[in-house]
């Protein structure tokens, strides 16, 4: 989410008096036909010519892909509710805004090769920021067991970890530790999964599917 914040101001001859709206969009071309309206503001009262007043707005973006072109719109009394004698058109103003994204990506699991129902063991599981903004907030990193290297429900639960950043930087890498103790009933083959933001707290537009990392 983010906070849109704009300034409206009467340079009529006359009074404006009544309630109106504001609304609040985003275009993918600058144009407002086929844009998305994001939210609205009403506003009452009487403003003089000459008078103004400031309004904000706390809006959900889109999922939309990288862009330096995407244009914030805002049009003040949007339903023509104020008379103003065809002067509608300054009634709109723009700001450019470039969208990016957040990407954790798994990297690779560090592991012994083997190990034995009841074993100790210390498990690293890599993941880097690979967005193109930086990434503030918190998240679950998990590791599981599975017999055939795809996360499901049928999965063991081996340990999670808690992150939190205020600012992890697109490229950088971090390394999560988990102490671990083989399930007693474990035989044969099986896998370790790591899964970066297991819960989903973290929004990554078009990348979820390469938050994990395997090992056999």
Do not use: C, M
């Amino acid at each position: 989410r983010t906070t849109v914040g704009w300034s409206v101001r009467s340079a009529g001859e006359s009074p404006a008096v009544g309630t109106w709206v504001d609304h609040v969009y985003l275009s993918a071309d600058g144009q407002l036909a086929g844009a998305a309206l994001l939210g609205t503001r009403s506003h009452t009262g009487t403003l003089v010519p000459g008078e103004g007043y400031d309004a904000t707005l706390e809006v959900t973006l889109p999922d939309w892909a990288d862009t330096d072109s995407a244009t914030l719109i805002v049009v003040t009394d949007a339903g023509g509710v104020v008379y103003e004698t065809r002067r509608e058109a300054d009634n709109r103003s723009d700001a450019t805004l470039a969208l990016r994204h957040v990407d954790l990506r798994g990297l690779s699991l560090q592991a012994p090769d083997t190990a034995q129902s009841s074993d100790a063991l210390l498990v690293r599981f890599n993941v880097r920021q690979d967005g193109s903004a930086a990434l503030a907030g918190s998240w679950s990193d998990r590791l599981y067991l599975s017999r055939d290297a795809v996360l499901d429900a049928g999965d063991r639960l081996l340990a999670s970890r808690e992150r939190s950043s205020a600012g992890l930087a697109p490229g950088q890498d971090y390394t999560a530790e988990f102490d671990i103790t083989v399930p007693v009933d474990a035989e044969g083959n099986w896998f370790l999964i790591g899964a970066s933001d297991a819960g989903q707290a973290v929004k990554e537009v078009g990348f979820e599917a390469n938050n994990q990392a395997v090992r056999p």
